[in-house]
């Protein structure tokens, strides 16, 4: 391929440390860094060693002199009916209060501070507090359960949890500070304070003396508080986000500070082409890494206005995420698949009845793209619809059109070409060879990762390389874990994910995890989650569970007790967002002769296809069971 884009990618990998050297310029440094890229223990990467700078002052000190009275965030949350706008000056005054507040309560630099709040002010505020102070923010997604979060919280073992007495979902309370205590209660590294911003919706909420603190009387007590950025070497932690992958143990995903800035920043101009005193609007939650770098850090740091949006798409009617792109002067537009076929089942006259003119492109992420909805919005918007491929992992985009760089045309269902920085290979599982046109691979990156991705699994750099670097046996290369091919054109697709990861609506989950928390129903004896493809969201877990005792299911009556029991079990343990659309009882699963599940022919027979190899299967009447479980029998 020729081209300014392929130029432009070939340079990032050969001419890697005067293409980062240039990058590096969109952001501000303290101190110069020494060297652009210290790679001397493979795989770990450290970005702009030696420098030193602070995401918080780029993302808004930096901003006062030319644009500090631009709206810097605007919340927006159809669940309160609210808006609010802060100026760049006005959100430096909240992040330095907070940091006050923080302060006093014994947050110090290196600290981890979690954060389990819904998509509001105040947790933005936090946010950029802990980077302002140097602490390592580790937000949690709001729908995550009390073990889930307690699992969270021995990994990291904050000093503080920060949180609010609840949130709102299609108008429903759905109460937080109750689950904050029982997943403090379960812990067994406890933080030693918990701030709570009261947003009234919870009279009712738990206060535990001593321990909890209200924001707003802190908040009063720190009126006009400054504090100084900590400046901090490029590759010290800045935050850690918990994410799913084959084992039932979430892994604190780490990033650095320097590389992640600079990432940020390029990936604004390049792949998102949003520019200072423009609009972003990121429909994510903060729990979520799009939401890190695409609602917080990215357009901060670029200078622009950013969307906190609290909602659904549908609500108070299905036009007003466009309202909100006519009202607001949206440039760039991002959100997950899902919302878009959410969209699609209603009157497709919401997406012409506002003013899009605004609006340049929309970006999707987060789960695969399927080419009628690709097309079905393109078409609607008259707009470029950007599907790209990347990872919590990775941070920023690893697939996309650049067209920052160049205009290359779209083609529905694929999320183009390998950003720069990303040296993607497509290697065979068999022998790690190179696939050829057209044929399915495993995405690997060859490392070094670029800047922004994750420097290593929180506290445990040897899971870091082998859980991501040992798929090939000696050949040291990244594994996304996705299946991918490329055609003649040198246009990727996204075939799905090669381990038991599996994507709910765009939210990630591991189906050991599932597994694990089914596990926790007494009855249970053994049990499989699977994977199956559902129209709207993509995919949906699917639980087939052996019984201890049978007699519990022994009538139609006793049986759906029983499916609710172990969907229960799974609402407490991991959150309602994990909860198996139905869960089958068998008295078998199908195994091999040494004993490993065959998750794939169970997953292929739920989806009604051919299970595959099964010349190692150790009882055939197992499928049987799973066959006619799906068929309804
Ligand atoms: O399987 C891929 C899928 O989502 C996974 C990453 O999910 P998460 O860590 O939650 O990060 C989301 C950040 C956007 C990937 O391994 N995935 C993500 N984007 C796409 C995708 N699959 C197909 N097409 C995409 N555009």
């Given at each position: 391929m020729a081209g300014r884009y392929a130029e432009f990618h070939r340079r990032s990998i050969e001419d890697r440390d005067a293409f980062w050297a240039e990058q590096a310029r969109l952001v501000d440094w303290h101190r110069p860094f020494d060297e652009v890229l210290d790679y001397t223990r493979p795989p770990f990467a450290r970005w702009f060693t030696g420098g030193e700078t602070n995401l918080c002052h780029n993302a808004v000190d930096r901003h006062l002199a030319a644009r500090g009275d631009q709206p810097a965030l605007i919340w927006i949350s159809t669940e309160v009916d609210k808006v609010e706008t802060f100026s760049f000056r006005q959100l430096h005054a909240e992040v330095n209060r907070t940091a006050a507040m923080m302060q006093s309560l014994g947050v110090a630099r290196g600290d981890r501070v979690i954060i389990y709040m819904p998509n509001m002010p105040e947790a933005v505020f936090a946010i950029l507090a802990c980077a302002r102070l140097g602490a390592v923010h580790s937000v949690v997604f709001g729908g995550f359960a009390a073990a889930s979060l307690a699992a969270r919280i021995d990994d990291a073992r904050p000093v503080l949890m920060i949180t609010s007495d609840g949130g709102s979902r299609m108008g429903k309370v759905i109460r937080y500070k109750p689950l904050v205590d029982e997943s403090i209660r379960l812990s067994r590294h406890p933080p030693a304070k918990v701030l709570i911003f009261n947003r009234g919706l919870d009279s009712d909420m738990p206060r535990v003396p001593g321990r909890d603190v209200d924001w707003k009387e802190l908040a009063a007590r720190n009126e006009g508080a400054q504090v100084a950025c900590t400046w901090l070497e490029s590759s010290e932690p800045s935050y850690i986000l918990y994410t799913s992958g084959t084992t039932g143990k979430p892994k604190g995903v780490q990033r650095d500070v320097g590389g992640h800035a600079v990432a940020m920043a390029a990936s604004m101009r390049h792949i998102y082409c949003g520019h200072a005193g423009e609009t972003i609007f990121t429909s994510s939650d903060i729990g979520w890494a799009v939401g890190h770098s695409y609602i917080i850090y990215a357009p901060l740091i670029a200078g622009m206005t950013t969307i906190l949006y609290e909602g659904v798409p549908i609500r108070p009617d299905p036009g007003v995420w466009w309202k909100i792109v006519q009202d607001y002067k949206v440039s760039v537009m991002f959100t997950a698949p899902t919302a878009i076929r959410v969209l699609k089942k209603h009157d497709p006259a919401w997406l012409g009845r506002y003013d899009l003119s605004s609006l340049r492109h929309l970006f999707l992420a987060g789960e695969p793209l399927d080419e009628p909805t690709h097309a079905w919005i393109s078409e609607g918007l008259g707009k470029p619809v950007i599907d790209h491929y990347w990872q919590t992992e990775t941070g920023w985009p690893v697939l996309t059109a650049m067209h920052g760089v160049e205009k290359t045309p779209i083609k529905y269902g694929s999320p183009s070409f390998p950003a720069y920085g990303y040296d993607l290979k497509l290697l065979r599982e068999s022998d790690a060879s190179e696939a050829g046109v057209d044929e399915k691979a495993v995405v690997v990156i060859e490392p070094p990762l670029p800047p922004g991705c994750m420097t290593t699994i929180w506290g445990d750099d040897e899971r870091f390389v082998k859980t991501y670097f040992s798929t090939f046996g000696k050949k040291l290369v990244y594994s996304t874990f996705d299946w991918g091919i490329r055609d003649k054109d040198g246009y990727y697709f996204i075939l799905g994910r090669t381990d038991d990861v599996i994507n709910v609506a765009g939210h990630r989950l591991g189906t050991r995890e599932i597994e694990e928390a089914i596990q926790a129903h007494g009855n249970v004896a053994e049990v499989a989650v699977v994977g199956v493809n559902d129209a709207l969201k993509g995919q949906m877990p699917l639980a087939f569970a052996v019984l201890k005792d049978v007699s519990k299911v022994a009538t139609p009556a006793l049986r759906i007790d029983e499916e609710k029991a172990v969907m229960a079990a799974v609402d407490a343990q991991?959150?309602?967002?994990?909860?198996?659309?139905r869960v089958h009882f068998v008295t078998l699963l199908p195994k091999t002769r040494?004993?490993?599940?065959?998750r794939r022919s169970i997953q292929a027979l739920a989806e009604g296809r051919d299970p595959g190899d099964l010349t190692t299967l150790e009882d055939p009447t197992a499928l049987d069971q799973i066959r006619s479980a799906v068929a309804g029998n």
């Open positions: 991991l959150g309602a967002i994990a909860r198996p659309s040494s004993g490993k599940m065959l």
